[in-house]
């Protein structure tokens, strides 16, 4: 975290040292918010809430049918599957795959440490939370993990948003950048609604689940920029070689 301020202290001037000060914030907002959220979770203030919106999206007269046209199931069952852990593997697989044939190693580094960490991170919290999935209404999908924070919304921001990172780095078109985000931010957010249209997850699920992915993208984004500027200064030191100072060259 030193050697980031220091970064951004001495690239202010460029307008890079604002987009690192960014990037920070959001990661402190992101994280402080999964913190009060948990808090409340644990509390059981989010509860009544919590259930009022899973009843909200099915119909009153039969609560094992969700609101709106029969395709909008099938699109929900879908998407979601955006979200799970084989699509995301293989989508983790296919963009390593490239990242090897290119010869791009650092990056290899970023997804896969951020994808299986972010696995693993998840995990935790579902099992330190332990929170039980929604009763209210029955379920349109399979689910029996705990249920906060929400895998597929976590996960799916940690993928598709670090690929989404990596992407934008092919391209100095700000448009383009902007798109690439824009999708990766539509994909998380549309596999998150899944979870709670299709009575699995507690809206708080996947609000945390969204903070925690998106935290966690930031923290590998942030400190695969360090390491690549850190990387990048010692080649620069071995190749100029050590400073000598003018004195001693004159003799």
């Excluded at 001037?13 to 913190?35: E, K, M, N, Q, T």
């Excluded at 349109?140 to 249920?147: G, H, T, Y």
Aim: proline letters at 4%.
């Amino acid at each position: 975290m030193r050697h980031l301020f220091r970064e951004w202290r001495s690239k202010v001037s460029s307008g890079d040292g604002v987009r690192l000060l960014g990037l920070l914030l959001a990661l402190v907002a992101c994280a402080l918010g999964f913190v009060l959220l948990a808090d409340e979770i644990v509390e059981k203030e989010t509860q009544g809430f919590d259930e009022a919106v899973v009843r909200a999206l099915r119909k009153a007269e039969d609560p094992a049918t969700p609101i709106g046209p029969v395709w909008l199931r099938v699109a929900a069952r879908d998407v979601t599957a955006l979200g799970g852990g084989t699509v995301l593997t293989l989508v983790t697989l296919a963009v390593c795959g490239f990242l090897v044939l290119v010869r791009r190693f650092r990056s290899l580094l970023l997804v896969v440490g951020a994808t299986v960490s972010g696995a693993l991170l998840n995990s935790v919290l579902k099992g330190f939370f332990a929170r039980p999935r929604p009763t209210v209404v029955p379920h349109l999908v399979e689910a029996d993990a705990p249920s906060f924070p929400s895998g597929h919304a976590m996960l799916s921001a940690i993928v598709y948003l670090t690929l989404g990172a990596l992407l934008t780095q092919l391209t100095d078109r700000q448009w383009l950048k902007v798109y690439v985000l824009g999708v990766s931010l539509a994909l998380t957010f549309l596999v998150g609604l899944t979870r709670v249209f299709l009575g699995v997850h507690y809206l708080t699920d996947v609000l945390g689940g969204w903070m925690a992915g998106l935290a966690w993208a930031l923290l590998s984004t942030l400190v695969a920029r360090a390491a690549k500027r850190r990387s990048h200064g010692l080649r620069e030191e071995v190749r100029t070689g050590p400073d000598v100072p003018e004195a001693a060259s004159e003799q």
